[in-house]
């Protein structure tokens, strides 16, 4: 199916070439003249050899027909991770390097998405957002402003996430697994 370069959003797959390529990051360019772009870093399924393409942001792409399963992370053994598909319990091992870096995010019992193409999977996508408490953040420096400045912390999964200074250790925050940025404290 034909979507615009700009909807392309990492772990989406598309048909480029003639050969099924997944997205590992997107990032829109603002050029000082002409028009913007979207630029694609991507990974080509069979070979694993990774490239970075630019497109028009009004530009079509074809977006690859996937199955898609609704799975359920049981555990990480090393580099790989073993999902169960909610319906048939079937239980299939998925390499690291296909999750890539939204893997750290991965908790037991999350429910995500599993795109296969012909059987094999080509990409995992995790829910937009995870919940994470606060094991460790930097006390807040005197004269900060909420506004403009952020202090580091490690959050359970042992990730290091930039929070505003008013974020204390044992708090909960919500945090992007695209891109692993604070986005609010956590309402439970």
Same mark, same amino acid.
């Given at each position: ?15 480029h070439n003639g050969k099924l390529w997944v997205i590992l990051k997107t990032a829109?360019?603002? /050029? ?106 930097? /006390? ?49």
């Open positions: 199916m034909k979507v615009n370069a700009n909807q392309m959003r990492p772990g989406h797959v598309l048909e829109i360019v603002q /050029p000082g003249k002409g028009g913007a772009f979207i630029q694609l870093e991507m990974k080509d399924v069979r070979t694993g050899t990774k490239t970075t393409e630019r497109f028009r942001t009004q530009e079509t792409v074809e977006r690859a027909r996937l199955d898609e399963h609704e799975m359920q992370f049981l555990f990480s053994e090393g580099d790989t991770f073993t999902f169960m598909d909610k319906e048939t319990f079937e239980q299939i091992v998925i390499p690291r390097d296909i999750i890539g870096d939204p893997a750290v995010f991965l908790q037991e019992g999350m429910t995500v998405n599993v795109q296969a193409h012909e059987g094999s999977p080509l990409a995992v996508e995790l829910p937009a957002t995870v919940v994470l408490e606060v094991l460790e953040a930097d /006390p807040v420096v005197k004269g900060q402003t909420a506004s403009s400045s952020y202090k580091p912390a490690r959050v359970e999964n042992g990730q290091r996430v930039m929070v505003p200074p008013h974020i204390e250790t044992g708090q909960r925050i919500v945090v992007n697994t695209s891109d692993g940025a604070y986005l609010e404290r956590s309402k439970d």
